[in-house]
């Protein structure tokens, strides 16, 4: 039998839909998303509940209605935490504790969460720690005592339940502390980034969703053990490798963060380091999921977090990967492409899984590399 479950959070996941015009995800699709989230922090969902509002309650993120229906069903599901879809104001994380008498998360610490299992090297793990640490300072003061100690489950790793106790001070001290040591690996890494220049060769860095198929596009490609997992941020810290043209010459690759709807602009300035990885490069390869049924906003969602980083006029070339998931490949892809709604044509359909049409891809790379700069190609 499997033990673990009675010391599993049982989760509620609430998410408010603000009807204010503006295109963007139906609160079911992105509270799927959220479950998968969850699951992924080692939570069971027991429920969810969507309200739609002109905008979300200052105090309380749901209405006092729904709030009340949210209370009553506690006896049914007997949920031991709730998770939020998206970022709660310190005052309406505290004022729902307060009324629920539940732990309450949000889509935020969700991630980072995540992020701090999925971190490996001493650059993830300091990247990480430091959004964890931002994201606790304005939630400090307040918090239920007894909601301190419960501990143990999702969004509790990193810091840790003592440095709940620890004053404002000591988190702001240790915050400056990270920074430093980041600040540190971030010199090594510029002067390990100047070596690779110096070799001249171009460099590709993979973008995309998580869970898009980066890393086992990734490692067909260059033979690289990559873990690929179905689960979401399965990759954290940033690889690079060589690979080798059809025509001879050579590139390098890197594989990185996936992105994700709703990504913290704190998680984005933490990853300071792993997104310059993105400017760095000549070309991004952006793997798509055209398997998955919001691939179309995926899309979208992603190339906004690029132009926000400031690499939006990269060029891009575009796989949509999984092929080998769809019954009738060219139909699919036709109005995939229209659906997508880009002015861009650099695309070419692959199987990261199969290999299927990966050397169209390589031979894309290679035009699309010759074209910018051909002294460069190596
Ligand atoms: N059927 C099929 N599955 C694929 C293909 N490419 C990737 N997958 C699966 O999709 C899941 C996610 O793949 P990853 O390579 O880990 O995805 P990723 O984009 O690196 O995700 P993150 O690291 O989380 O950002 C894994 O279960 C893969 O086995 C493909 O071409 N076909
Ligand atoms: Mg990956």
Same mark, same amino acid.
């Given at each position: 039998?499997?033990?673990?479950?009675?010391?599993?959070?049982?989760?509620?996941?609430?998410?408010?839909?603000?009807?204010?015009?503006?295109?963007?995800?139906?609160?079911?699709? %992105?509270?799927?998303?959220?479950?998968?989230?969850?699951?992924?922090?080692?939570?069971?969902?027991?429920?969810?509940?969507?309200?739609?509002?002109?905008?979300?309650?200052? %105090?309380?993120?749901?209405?006092?209605?729904?709030?009340?229906?949210?209370?009553?069903?506690?006896?049914?599901?007997?949920?031991?935490?709730?998770?939020?879809?998206?970022?709660?104001?310190?005052?309406?994380?505290?004022?729902?504790?307060?009324?629920?008498?539940?732990?309450?998360?949000?889509?935020?610490?969700?991630?980072?969460?995540?992020?701090?299992?999925?971190?490996?090297?001493?650059?993830?793990?300091?990247?990480?720690?430091?959004?964890?640490?931002?994201?606790?300072?304005?939630?400090?003061?307040?918090?239920?005592?007894?909601?301190?100690?419960?501990?143990?489950?999702?969004?509790?790793?990193?810091?840790?339940?003592?440095?709940?106790?620890?004053?404002?001070?000591?988190?702001?001290?240790?915050?400056?502390?990270?920074?430093?040591?980041?600040?540190?690996?971030?010199?090594?890494?510029?002067?390990?980034?100047?070596?690779?220049?110096?070799?001249?060769?171009?460099?590709?860095?993979?973008?995309?969703?998580?869970?898009?198929?980066?890393?086992?596009?990734? /490692?067909?490609?260059?033979?690289?053990?990559?873990?690929?997992?179905?689960?979401?941020? %399965?990759?954290?810290? $940033?690889?690079?490798?060589?690979?080798?043209? $059809?025509?001879?010459?050579?590139?390098?690759?890197?594989?990185?963060?996936?992105?994700? /709807?709703?990504? $913290?602009? %704190?998680?984005?300035?933490?990853?300071?380091?792993?997104?310059?990885?993105?400017?760095?490069?000549?070309?991004?390869?952006?793997?798509?999921?055209?398997?998955?049924?919001?691939?179309?906003?995926?899309?979208?969602?992603?190339?906004?977090?690029?132009?926000?980083?400031?690499?939006?006029?990269?060029?891009?070339?575009?796989?949509?990967?999984?092929?080998?998931?769809?019954?009738?490949? /060219?139909?699919?892809?036709?109005?995939?492409?229209?659906?997508?709604?880009?002015?861009?044509?650099?695309?070419?359909?692959?199987?990261?899984?199969?290999?299927? /049409?990966?050397?169209?891809?390589?031979?894309?790379?290679?035009?699309?590399?010759?074209?910018?700069?051909?002294?460069?190609?190596?």
């Amino acid at each position: 039998m499997h033990s673990t479950s009675a010391e599993r959070e049982q989760a509620l996941l609430i998410a408010v839909e603000v009807r204010d015009g503006k295109a963007q995800w139906p609160a079911e699709e %992105s509270l799927a998303e959220l479950r998968r989230l969850a699951e992924s922090a080692g939570a069971d969902v027991v429920g969810q509940q969507v309200q739609h509002l002109a905008e979300a309650s200052v %105090s309380h993120y749901v209405g006092r209605g729904k709030l009340r229906e949210i209370a009553d069903l506690k006896p049914e599901l007997n949920y031991t935490i709730l998770i939020a879809d998206d970022e709660l104001t310190p005052r309406q994380q505290r004022t729902l504790e307060h009324e629920l008498e539940v732990r309450v998360i949000d889509r935020t610490a969700l991630i980072l969460d995540i992020f701090a299992r999925q971190a490996r090297t001493r650059e993830g793990k300091l990247q990480v720690e430091l959004a964890q640490h931002q994201y606790l300072l304005p939630r400090l003061v307040g918090r239920w005592a007894h909601l301190e100690r419960l501990g143990g489950g999702i969004g509790t790793r990193g810091p840790g339940e003592s440095q709940l106790e620890t004053d404002r001070r000591l988190i702001r001290r240790h915050i400056a502390r990270l920074e430093n040591d980041l600040e540190a690996v971030r010199r090594h890494r510029q002067v390990h980034r100047s070596r690779r220049r110096d070799r001249g060769m171009p460099l590709v860095a993979l973008v995309g969703y998580t869970n898009a198929g980066k890393s086992a596009l990734f /490692n067909t490609l260059s033979q690289a053990g990559v873990s690929t997992e179905d689960r979401l941020f %399965s990759t954290l810290d $940033p690889v690079t490798r060589r690979i080798q043209l $059809p025509g001879g010459k050579a590139f390098l690759m890197t594989d990185t963060v996936g992105f994700i /709807n709703k990504l $913290p602009p %704190s998680i984005i300035a933490a990853f300071r380091t792993t997104l310059e990885e993105l400017d760095e490069a000549d070309v991004l390869l952006h793997v798509m999921d055209i398997t998955h049924p919001d691939a179309a906003r995926q899309h979208a969602a992603v190339e906004s977090i690029l132009a926000n980083i400031g690499v939006g006029a990269k060029p891009v070339i575009t796989a949509l990967n999984k092929v080998d998931l769809l019954d009738s490949g /060219n139909e699919t892809l036709t109005t995939l492409h229209e659906k997508l709604d880009t002015a861009r044509t650099d695309f070419v359909a692959v199987s990261a899984a199969t290999g299927w /049409n990966l050397s169209q891809l390589l031979e894309l790379i290679e035009s699309t590399l010759q074209s910018l700069e051909p002294s460069r190609v190596a």
